[in-house]
């Protein structure tokens, strides 16, 4: 049965065709190791090219993981207003919902920053900003420009971590 999984054809001789599905096995386990360990072990972790400041793409991942920071020191210095917010889209209790998003945007900021598995962060930090935008419009009843409480800048800012997630997507 193995070797029919691995596409191994019977040759009438058992020796030579269990010698094939062995090698064959060997591969997919190699290439499967070989994955796992660019996956979990982050290829180029922390490697100096991902901090050259005259590579476009790194600063702007740079840049909208350090946008995260006053976002995240505005939800502890304006508790109230923050909560208030949250309760106006819909989001109680706000103090749950304050809290999760400080942790979803700590660890983004964290990984994005240093290129670790930034691909990944940058996804999960577009959809923490999209419902962000959506949760600005429908306080907003519908605005769209940022100064009266918009979608217009988390949106933004979510299609640019669009573009640094499909630049580092594997």
Known sequence: HICLALGVRYKGDTRSTLVDASRKLKGC???ATCRYAQLFQGENMLDSANFVLTDEMNLLRMLVSLFFIP???GKFT??????GFFIAAGMNPPDRY???SFVVEII???LLFLA???AYAAAV???HLFVAGYASWKVSKGGWIWLGGGAEYPIFWALALCIVAMYYWP
């Not at 304006?78 to 909560?83: E, F, I, S």
């Open 98 to 100: 304050r809290w999760f």
């Open 125 to 127: 930090g577009a959809i």
């Open 29 to 31: 386990v190699e290439r």
């Open 116 to 118: 670790i598995y930034p």
């Open 71 to 73: 976002h995240l020191v």
């Open 78 to 83: 304006t508790k109230d207003k923050v909560n």
């Open 108 to 110: 983004v900021v964290i």
